[in-house]
């Protein structure tokens, strides 16, 4: 088992973030706090607004992506698929039919029925699949380095061979397995007669090469690919977007458009955009600052230029030009409520 620690040296409740992945309805819903490593439940939609009251626009809470009832269905066709038509094809062919009409909880249902050897299987296949969605995520934060150390079992002959680097072996790590088994077995053996045998355990050897998530919403539900400026996976098809909506809900277009590790890459810049001069005189101070600090970086500018603060004309109001709303003219700015309340400027 590995131990996934955050740069102020906090450990993240790695099995809490399981959980958080094994949920899939819309409450409760699960938030990584990025400077303790613990995770927040929220219950109710009272609860949540009641969250988002205390932390603002802080980006210290993070919403843990999860499944939803797609991947469940998906995660239950393949262990019909990879294990019941292997074991028992006849059992296979009536929870396809089973699964066909009623999705995943029917078979969960047909499980349930039928003793512990099915749903044992099942619950250790998808809470793999859950710890599997857990470490990529956990180690794909944005802007959140998490170091990750391996530390295993005692006595497991398994978790041996991957601190010693071996677990690549398949020869070894069959071996192992089979040793594992075999102490089961024993244990098993060793039992009273009314005591119930350990069911013995699903190995999956090879587990199926996911896509990690988006490096900056951290989700995995929309096609990801990793970006020319970079070498980061990012979400988003920018075909989706809607000519003069100013959405910012396409990651991939936020990055190539909202960052000057973006406009690095677009303007054919040589060297790194952390240290091009043209990349900071390619806009006005606030704005270059905004541009390689924003929460569309992968990485922030680790020198940002000083800038002097805009403000409104009218109301001297401070104006974030990055984020807020705004008219300009003549190098003035008005904000956007004094717009709408009829400010104009005079020339």
């Known amino acids: 088992m590995d131990t996934y620690t955050l740069p102020n040296g906090r450990t993240i409740d790695i099995e809490g973030c399981v959980d958080a992945v094994l949920s899939y309805t819309e409450y409760p819903q699960h938030y990584l706090d990025t400077e303790t490593g613990n995770v927040c439940v929220i219950d109710t939609s009272d609860a949540l607004k009641k969250l988002v009251e205390e932390i603002g626009a802080s980006r210290r809470y993070l919403e843990i992506t999860h499944f939803d009832e797609d991947d469940y269905n998906d995660i239950m066709e393949e262990f019909l698929d990879a294990i019941l038509r292997v074991e028992d094809p006849k059992l296979f062919a009536t929870l396809a039919c089973t699964f066909e009409t009623g999705g995943w909880q029917a078979v969960i249902a047909r499980f349930e029925k039928m003793g512990d050897e099915w749903i044992v299987g099942w619950n250790q296949w998808i809470c793999d699949e859950a710890w599997l969605l857990a470490e990529q995520w956990v180690t794909h934060i944005p802007n959140v380095p998490v170091n990750v150390e391996f530390e295993g079992c005692e006595d497991c002959a398994v978790c041996e061979l991957m601190r010693k680097g071996e677990d690549n072996n398949f020869r ?23 005591e119930k045998r350990p069911t013995k355990k699903i190995v999956k050897v090879e587990k199926r090469s996911k896509t990690p998530p988006c490096g900056l919403c951290g989700k995995s539900k929309k096609p990801r690919f990793k970006t020319e400026c970079c070498d980061n996976w990012v979400c988003g098809d920018e075909n989706a977007y809607v000519l003069f909506s100013y959405s910012r809900d396409i990651c991939s277009r936020n990055h190539r458009r909202l960052t000057l590790c973006g406009y690095h890459r677009e303007g054919r810049h040589p060297g790194n955009w952390k240290d091009c001069k043209e990349c900071i005189e390619g806009f006005e101070p606030e704005m270059a600052v905004w541009y390689g600090t924003n929460e569309y970086n992968f990485e922030k500018h680790p020198n940002p230029p000083a800038f002097k603060p805009t403000h409104c004309t009218n109301c001297n109001i401070a104006i974030s030009l990055g ?13 956007e409520d004094c717009v709408d309340g009829g400010f104009t400027f005079k020339k």
């Open 172 to 194: 070894k790590l069959m071996h192992a397995f089979d040793i594992e088994n075999s102490m089961q077995e024993i244990a098993g053996a060793s039992t009273e007669p009314n």
């Open 323 to 335: 984020e807020d709303g705004y008219t300009t003219f003549g190098g003035m700015y008005a904000c």
